[in-house]
């Protein structure tokens, strides 16, 4: 009855899926920006133009595509798992400890210029601030942070929370469309974000009042890090208010916002049914198909 696309390159295999009756595509981030400019950045995009009925892993980025690209859709809100994420953090003494997403694999999340900034916040506090990273296996010895910085390669997902809340502030960076999880999660667990300035991010990031938010450039990092490393009431106000946030919404209500949209029946709520979701007819052939795409 219904088929949907998961990635850009599954929407080119669903044009061919002549036998659903319905077809949709799960964007879950703008998925170009993977790619230096080039032909899988171009096949990338042109899945925007296929006609595929949008499900958008966020406002921002149904905002960004749509306004760009002839695609409709529907967005939802991420949420977290909030048995698992949550403020109820323990008492803890020592300095402040500040864990970085650190995936030097992955360009969007720029590697370079968080570790640089951190160094800097090194500089400036010493013994005062303690660096962790995960998310990625990587030696703190081969960038030049041995002994300044502690990496714990990848946790389990169940490992995550208890180490978001043994932290005080938490640096993640994001250049596409989405914020990616982690914050997420962070925020959830009363941590202080820092993260860069992203306005396709703005329908979540609230700077100074849930995160802390910097230009794109090592100094501008740095002095938010620093600014919250050394606040103990900016981070306590910034964790709270980012707790709370992060409670507004549950997977279940954004789950059934998306049902609803995709079998035509739109949910009250404050998400984003953008328009409902037309069974095809079913085409003769692929090549008719994809020409109706």
Wanted: charged share 20%; net charge negative.
């Amino acid at each position: 009855d219904l088929a949907v696309a998961t990635l850009w390159n599954s929407a080119y295999l669903l044009l061919n899926h002549v036998e659903a009756s319905a077809k949709a595509y799960f964007v879950q981030d703008f998925e170009p920006l993977f790619y230096p400019a080039g032909t899988l950045y171009a096949l990338t995009e042109q899945t925007y133009r296929m006609g595929l009925y949008g499900i958008f892993n966020t406002q921002g980025l149904h905002d960004y595509v749509t306004s760009n690209y002839p695609m409709k859709g529907c967005w939802f809100e991420p949420s977290v798992d909030h048995h698992l994420f949550h403020d109820a953090r323990p008492k803890r003494e020592g300095p402040v400890r500040v864990f970085f997403y650190a995936r030097p694999s992955t360009d969007r999340n720029a590697f370079e210029l968080g570790l640089a900034a951190l160094k800097q916040l090194k500089r400036a506090l010493g013994a005062g601030v303690e660096i962790i990273c995960a998310s990625e296996h990587w030696r703190p010895e081969d960038f030049g942070v041995g002994g300044k910085i502690n990496n714990l390669g990848v946790l389990p997902y169940e490992k995550t929370a208890d180490l978001y809340r043994s932290c005080d502030v938490g640096l993640a960076l994001m250049f596409t469309k989405h914020p990616s999880y982690l914050p997420l999660e962070m925020m959830a667990c009363g941590m202080t974000v820092v993260t860069n300035n992203n306005p396709a991010n703005l329908w979540l990031f609230d700077h100074g009042r849930n995160c802390l938010l910097a230009e794109p450039t090592v100094s501008c990092m740095a002095e938010q890090l620093e600014k919250a490393a050394s606040d103990p009431t900016l981070r306590n106000r910034v964790g709270r208010s980012a707790a709370e946030r992060l409670r507004r919404t549950t997977w279940e209500e954004q789950v059934d916002q998306v049902y609803g949209s995709l079998t035509g029946h739109a949910v009250a709520s404050e998400g984003g049914v953008v328009e409902e979701l037309k069974p095809r007819a079913k085409a003769a052939d692929s090549n008719d198909e994809q020409s109706s795409a």
